[in-house]
């Protein structure tokens, strides 16, 4: 399993190499805010920032 890249023109580099070659700019941007909003997420998740499953429910009236 390869490691993860650290610096951001190391992930730049990683991203571009997945990609197909026929890819846009459109899925360039796509695979950029993915992963962007991914990471967020994951260091919100570190941080303890989330909302429990049930509490989500219950607000969108799934679950009393």
């Known amino acids: 399993m390869a490691t993860s890249p650290e610096s951001i023109s190391e992930k730049v580099r990683y991203l571009a190499e997945q990609l197909p070659p026929?890819?846009?700019?459109?899925?360039?941007?796509?695979?950029v805010a993915l992963r962007r909003s991914i990471e967020r997420g994951l260091a919100q998740s570190d941080a303890g920032q989330t909302i429990p499953?049930?509490?989500?429910?219950k607000e969108f009236g799934l679950r009393e």
């Open 22 to 31: 026929n890819a846009t700019w459109d899925d360039v941007m796509y695979q």
């Open 53 to 57: 499953h049930e509490e989500i429910l």
